[in-house]
């Protein structure tokens, strides 16, 4: 939805097809946002402990050292680029390289370093909320990835708004005709466009005599 009003378009696809895809992005992703966080998770010293417990030359734990950032940053990146490329109803290219998808990276990577550093040396998060403290940190942290996710995807909009090759503020392929301004999800709040979905879906079981519910 925050993408669909990044780029000013309707959501148009059905139903089902828009729960699908959230599902297969969200295991996938999420696969791969775990391996991502788990490169920067496994530090020098557990690097270290599993050179030894392998047999292998400890050059090897040294160099993940220094490796492990620009791997997860990859990784991110791989992953934002796929939610800018299939979560928003527009038709663009692949691209794994773009503005936001390096502007969200970055800015994700110092914002979960920063925060890691105020959750360990100045916030009290288990004083406050007791045994849930950690589950907070984690809908913390989430609800921060999630808003400088759409803030890359913000940033790819505008970009392609002010390209000349690319679409237009409500067009959802370049050279496309956007619908006048009075028709296009900026005019009102993305709750109000899911309370209309919502009516609309209402209007559509009340058509069909079989899908009423029973007085």
Known sequence: TSLNLSYDVKE???WWKTQALAIILTIGTGAVMLVSVAGIALGAHA??????????????????????YP???????????????????????WRFI???SVIGTVLWMAASYGFSVYV?????YDKTYGAIGGVM????WLYMTGLIFIVGGEVNAILEDAS??????????PGEAPPPPIERPSIASPGAAKSAEAASRTKKRAFWPWRRAPA
């Open 120 to 124: 360990e040396h100045f916030g009290s």
């Open 98 to 100: 773009t503005p936001g």
């Open 71 to 93: 791997i997860t940053a990859i990784g991110v990146m791989f992953d934002i680029a796929v939610l800018y490329y299939f979560l928003p109803d527009v038709k663009q290219e």
């Open 137 to 140: 940190v984690m809908m913390t």
């Open 12 to 14: 148009s696809r059905p």
């Open 164 to 173: 000349a090759e690319g679409k237009v503020a409500g067009a959802r392929a």
């Open 47 to 68: 690097s270290f402990w599993i050179a030894n417990h392998l047999h292998v030359h400890t050059i090897w734990a040294f160099i993940w050292t220094y490796v492990r």
